[in-house]
């Protein structure tokens, strides 16, 4: 699916006025969050994360007459950038920005608000906070997705003490994958509660969901890598998977 002229201008202008422009979504990710957004057929949606609001109008773009985006955005320095590239969308009314640090905000929001698709992107030291204080609230059926899971290939590698981000996206990651970072199963440290399905995106992207059915959760799992093979893999396995992906957003009558 084509970029929109409002993603085009906003990650353009991002590139050319902000030091670490890298960080927003992007094309292929944000048609990635509009597909899951889509077929899980959300229209509430939670964005722990905003940054340039990318992402944020990815997921109102993709919600229906009525959806909400309520997103959070701990530096109030990005409140005027934001606002400048959602004011005058034809979705600008669906997102709700909210400015400050999330674990303060949630509680409050959560209580007000039924989510069905989340999506974190913040703070990587507060993964496991913000899972834990939101999964209870989430209904059958909803989504959670989490960004940068891979985290560059940091993950590979033994963290250094004083690496606190990658410390905790690993153990974000052994809680959700049912493996230690060589491989084996590790049940102690693994919430029982999801089925993990392994693919590849980008820097990662953890989808997991509530079964309607069951109440089981289940999860997808994009870019989260244990073990010494993934050095060997990891890269003809992420062109074969985008490669697919784009053939299923581009194409989506195959």
Known sequence: TPESPYRQRLWREAHVRLLRARMLSGHLQGNLLQMLCRISGAQKVLELGTFTGYAAHCLAE?????????????????????????????????VHLY???????????????????????????????????ILPHL??????????????????????????????????????????????RDPERTDQRKHPLVIDLLQGTITRGKDSSSDVEVQTVDTIAHGKAYKDTHKAVREEVRSDIHTAVDDPGN
């Not at 934001?82 to 034809?90: A, K, M, N, V």
């Not at 905000?105 to 703070?123: G, M, Q, R, T």
Request: hydrophobic residues 35%; aromatic residues 8%.
């Open 62 to 94: 993709a919600l229906g007459e009525g959806g909400e985006v309520h997103t959070i955005e701990s530096d109030d320095e990005m409140e005027d950038f934001i606002h400048e590239f959602l004011d005058g969308t034809p979705y600008a009314h669906r």
């Open 99 to 133: 400015l400050g640090d999330a674990l303060t905000i949630l509680p409050e929001l959560l209580e007000k608000h039924s989510f069905d698709l989340v999506y974190i992107d913040a703070n990587k030291r507060e993964y496991i906070d913000y899972y834990e204080l």
């Open 139 to 184: 209904p059958s059926g909803a989504l959670i997705l989490a960004d940068n899971t891979l985290w560059d290939g940091k993950v590979i590698e033994e963290p250094t003490p004083t690496d606190q981000q990658t410390q905790a996206i690993l153990a974000f990651n052994d809680l959700h994958c049912h493996h230690q970072r060589d491989g084996d």
